[in-house]
């Protein structure tokens, strides 16, 4: 019989070796940034009910959770505060207090893990009693007048000891005042990793559980992006790059991945997906039930964001990705 003329795609899937001889992309723990929630408080462990395996937890449990991950193999950390609801006030002022949670964090963790990087999460949503991320008047967001409180905390982020001030607020301008700020108090050399593409996401509920975050009045539309925009994303990464931002990142991840990919096109800045906390609750829950093998579902989906142009990701798996990793 003649020999049919087809593609015999099979060739290079026949067994391990060849399989793993022709992968093209790969998931390592040091491409991980693992975040942690800081509570105000002592001897706090509170797992987030939405959140399973992941706690809010006081300074004296900070560097527990930093030994464990760094043991397994993670190396970078981004820190949220939880302050008390009565520390809370109109400007945020617990985010650029030189004892606030963050800066505390900081110092604790690069006292005794020098090595790691630790990224500060630069936004006031956690410590205004309004919620939101900027400065409300007469129930707007003003842009503007809050750039002054976002520089107030990146510095006194770097101050702490931060490795990389990562400015999540979504405020027009934020990078230039910030570079601007951290470079007039001698900080040139710590880089931004900016959220230059943020949506206003539904996938952000179980964090707002977890920071205690949630805005007290209306949603974050005025200054988070419509989900349903392909093309501005690529102006808001634009201004971030021409700003001096240094990393780019897109949030939330997996049902953003065109978006990834654009920008992974388009840039040639490390990018990061932030793979949100609804996105990790989602998996949780269907694996509490036995519905999906849990380590496979994270594995792939961690593949398919590095596949889709992800150098770096920001995610709640971090621990056990890096525990199957080495396991493997
Ligand atoms: C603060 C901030 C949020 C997240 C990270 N930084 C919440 C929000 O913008 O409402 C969400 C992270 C997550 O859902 O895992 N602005």
Same mark, same amino acid.
């Given at each position: 019989?003649a020999?049919?003329?087809f593609?015999?795609?099979r060739r290079?899937?026949?067994n391990a070796?060849?399989? /793993?001889?022709?992968?093209?992309?790969?998931?390592?723990?040091?491409?991980l940034i693992y975040?942690?929630?800081?509570?105000?408080?002592e001897?706090v462990?509170n797992?987030?009910? /939405?959140?399973?395996?992941?706690?809010?937890?006081?300074?004296d449990h900070?560097?527990?959770?930093v030994k464990?991950a760094?043991?397994l193999?993670i190396?970078?950390?981004?820190l949220?505060g939880?302050?008390?609801?009565?520390?809370?006030d109109?400007?945020?002022?617990?985010?650029?207090?030189h004892?606030?949670?963050i800066?505390?964090?900081?110092?604790l963790?690069? =006292?005794q893990?020098?090595e790691?990087l630790v990224?500060a999460d630069t936004?006031?949503? =956690?410590?205004?009693?309004?919620g939101h991320?900027?400065?409300v008047k007469d129930?707007e967001?003003l842009?503007?007048e809050?750039?002054?409180?976002?520089?107030?905390?990146?510095v006194?982020?770097?101050?702490a000891g931060?490795?990389?001030?990562a400015?999540?607020?979504?405020?027009?301008g934020?990078?230039?005042?910030i570079?601007a700020?951290?470079?007039?108090?001698?900080y040139?050399?710590?880089?931004?990793?900016?959220y230059a593409?943020?949506y206003?996401?539904?996938?952000?509920?179980?964090f707002?559980?977890a920071?205690?975050g949630?805005?007290?009045?209306?949603?974050?539309k005025t200054?988070q992006m419509?989900?349903?925009n392909?093309? =501005?994303?690529m102006?808001?990464?634009q201004?971030?790059?021409q700003e001096?931002?240094?990393f780019l990142?897109?949030?939330p991840?997996?049902a953003?991945?065109?978006?990834?990919?654009d920008?992974?096109?388009e840039f040639?800045?490390?990018?990061v997906?932030?793979n949100? /906390?609804g996105?990790y /609750?989602m998996?949780?829950?269907?694996?509490?039930n036995?519905?999906i093998?849990?380590?496979e579902?994270?594995m792939e989906?961690m593949v398919?964001?590095?596949r889709?142009?992800?150098?770096?990701?920001i995610?709640?798996?971090?621990?056990?990705?890096a525990?199957?990793l080495?396991?493997q």
């Amino acid at each position: 019989m003649a020999e049919m003329e087809f593609s015999r795609h099979r060739r290079l899937r026949q067994n391990a070796a060849m399989r /793993s001889l022709v992968r093209e992309t790969f998931v390592r723990s040091e491409d991980l940034i693992y975040p942690i929630f800081i509570a105000a408080g002592e001897n706090v462990r509170n797992e987030i009910h /939405s959140m399973p395996g992941i706690y809010q937890l006081s300074l004296d449990h900070l560097l527990g959770e930093v030994k464990e991950a760094v043991e397994l193999g993670i190396q970078s950390f981004i820190l949220f505060g939880v302050p008390y609801e009565h520390d809370k006030d109109a400007c945020g002022s617990g985010a650029f207090s030189h004892d606030g949670l963050i800066q505390q964090g900081i110092r604790l963790v690069k =006292e005794q893990y020098p090595e790691v990087l630790v990224i500060a999460d630069t936004c006031l949503c =956690e410590y205004t009693d309004h919620g939101h991320c900027g400065i409300v008047k007469d129930g707007e967001i003003l842009n503007d007048e809050s750039l002054e409180y976002l520089v107030k905390t990146a510095v006194s982020q770097a101050e702490a000891g931060a490795d990389i001030i990562a400015p999540s607020n979504m405020m027009d301008g934020f990078v230039t005042a910030i570079r601007a700020g951290l470079n007039e108090a001698g900080y040139q050399h710590i880089p931004i990793m900016s959220y230059a593409v943020k949506y206003a996401s539904a996938f952000y509920g179980p964090f707002r559980d977890a920071a205690n975050g949630a805005p007290q009045f209306g949603d974050r539309k005025t200054y988070q992006m419509d989900p349903a925009n392909r093309l =501005e994303a690529m102006r808001e990464a634009q201004s971030d790059v021409q700003e001096g931002a240094d990393f780019l990142i897109v949030k939330p991840a997996m049902a953003y991945m065109d978006i990834i990919r654009d920008v992974k096109n388009e840039f040639n800045l490390p990018i990061v997906a932030y793979n949100v /906390s609804g996105e990790y /609750s989602m998996i949780k829950a269907a694996a509490i039930n036995g519905w999906i093998n849990e380590k496979e579902i994270v594995m792939e989906s961690m593949v398919g964001l590095k596949r889709a142009g992800a150098d770096i990701i920001i995610t709640y798996f971090a621990k056990d990705i890096a525990r199957w990793l080495k396991e493997q």
